[in-house]
């Protein structure tokens, strides 16, 4: 049984191409979030919702759309795809103060 | 604004011996402090946690940890390291009733025979 559930495992893709990350949770927690961690293994919060509204938006670019669907949902969609956005993604929930992660998404533009 | 710091960035030990992991974080309050394990290719699982009470707090995979606030640090401890402990270890800090976790940069431990 999946916590968190993140698709696909790997991203492979072009400069410029538009790609989405899907992230499901089944704990029933209020609170989603994306992490973005560079290839010095540092660890950064993207975006957070509460019961899908956006609660946390750090200076990320507009290039980046979160988008929660439903409590048990938040999806991660990229336009424009540059060289920079090179990462492993990561999705999580909570409910009080753990934060339950997924596996990750590595995502390779080239 | 709140910041970790993990002064090592890696740590090499035998197996058996014992490991502490470093920690110090900045926050103008009460803060929650967390331990994030993350083996290779994998996400992150929470180790343990303090909020508040006993300051040696027991986590799982048998790691401990002491809050002291006097020295701002929240180190990570295990008597004996294992071959599976080999990882990549992360301290985080947040406030209070609040959601955003700030993490240190991690620290590698790579455990030799």
């Known amino acids: 049984d999946t916590a968190v559930s993140q698709t696909p495992k790997y991203l492979v893709t072009q400069m410029g191409n538009d790609k989405s990350i899907k992230c499901e949770q089944n704990?029933?927690?209020?609170?989603m979030y994306w992490y973005k961690q560079d290839s010095k293994k540092f660890l950064k919060i993207m975006f957070s919702y509460n019961n899908k509204e956006l609660i946390i938006n750090e200076t990320v670019p507009n290039r980046f759309s979160p988008k929660s669907p439903d409590k048990a949902h938040l999806n991660l969609h990229i336009n424009s795809l540059e060289l920079g956005d090179s990462a492993v993604y990561f999705c999580?929930?909570?409910?009080?103060?753990?934060?339950?992660f997924g596996p990750g998404t590595r995502l390779t533009v080239l | 604004a709140q910041s970790v710091t993990q002064p090592d960035i890696h740590i090499t030990v035998s197996e058996g011996a014992s490991l502490e992991l470093r920690c110090n974080y900045s926050y103008g309050a009460t803060p929650y402090l967390f331990w994030y394990v993350q083996s290779p290719g994998q996400g992150l699982q929470l180790l343990l946690k303090?909020?508040?009470?006993?300051?040696l707090v027991q986590g799982i995979k048998g790691f401990e940890a002491e809050f002291k606030r006097s020295q701002s640090s929240f180190n990570l401890r295990k008597p004996s390291v294992h071959w599976s402990d080999a990882a990549e270890y992360f301290c985080a800090v947040g406030p209070v009733n609040d959601y955003k976790l700030s993490f240190g940069a991690g620290t590698t431990v790579t455990v030799r025979a």
């Open positions: 999580a929930s909570s409910h009080v103060d753990e934060q339950f």
């Open positions: 303090y909020f508040s009470g006993d300051t």
């Open positions: 704990l029933g927690h209020d609170t």
